[in-house]
């Protein structure tokens, strides 16, 4: 089965505690993206990537660092979480992006909570 | 940075009713993708457009690039009960995503 996956799907930590969330897919998807959902506030692109080694930031990258070394992973990581780093976090997949930005598959979601 | 304005940010359905959503930016898009999410999933892809001036259904659903790239409503005709939910807009450019913040779609009381 097509899918994205995410772990852990809830994390509750504290603050400056290092921690990352993986993510996983196996369509062989050239490009892989990080989101975070807040609410009133959508869903905000973190960071992207087009291809292996290769990551470029999206709209709120700040605090956020991100590694693409191989195809099937794409894994988030927050060196030194803040509270306002608490939200719903969401990782996609496409075939392809660029110019013509396939469609994308969704994870089901992480819950973070930095306390 | 870009920015969408998705409207309206909710509304209530009745059953058989139609339903038309809308997102305007002052940026130019190359893609123009419609989703749905439920609570506790991820958002789910209906409709993507790729072209100005493209018209394209998926079931009871109807979207279009606006001519100017800038805009792009969403149709849904028909309303049944498990249209509830959330539905975004999203325009491409590049490898970026930009997400409207969200039309929330509730059953009429």
């Known amino acids: 089965e097509a899918q994205v996956t995410q772990n852990p799907r809830y994390l509750i930590t504290v603050t400056g505690k290092k921690l990352t969330v993986t993510c996983s897919q196996n369509m062989n998807h050239e490009y892989m993206s990080w989101y975070r959902q807040d609410p009133g506030l959508g869903l905000r692109q973190i960071y992207y990537?087009?291809?292996?080694?290769?990551?470029d930031k999206g709209d709120v990258p700040e605090g956020y660092k991100v590694s693409r070394k191989e195809k099937r992973n794409f894994p988030l990581i927050l060196e030194s979480p803040s509270p306002n780093q608490t939200s719903l976090y969401f990782c996609?997949?496409?075939?392809?992006?660029?110019?013509?930005?396939?469609?994308?598959?969704f994870g089901d979601g992480t819950r973070l909570s930095i306390l | 940075g870009q920015q969408l304005n998705q409207s309206p940010q909710s509304m209530f359905i009745q059953e058989g009713e139609d339903v038309s959503m809308n997102c305007t930016s002052s940026?130019?898009?190359?893609?123009w993708l419609w989703y749905k999410q439920d609570p506790g999933e991820g958002p789910v892809l209906l409709i993507a457009?790729?072209?100005?001036?493209e018209l394209t259904s998926n079931g009871r659903l109807t979207a279009q690039f606006g001519i100017t790239r800038k805009d792009s409503f969403l149709n849904i005709s028909a309303s049944i009960p498990s249209d509830v939910g959330i539905y975004f807009c999203a325009g491409g450019s590049q490898g970026n995503l930009i997400f409207g913040k969200g039309t929330k779609l509730s059953v009429k009381p």
């Open positions: 940026s130019i898009f190359n893609t």
């Open positions: 990537s087009m291809n292996v080694e290769v990551t």
């Open positions: 996609a997949s496409a075939l392809m992006g660029g110019l013509s930005n396939q469609p994308q598959h």
């Open positions: 457009l790729y072209k100005a001036g």
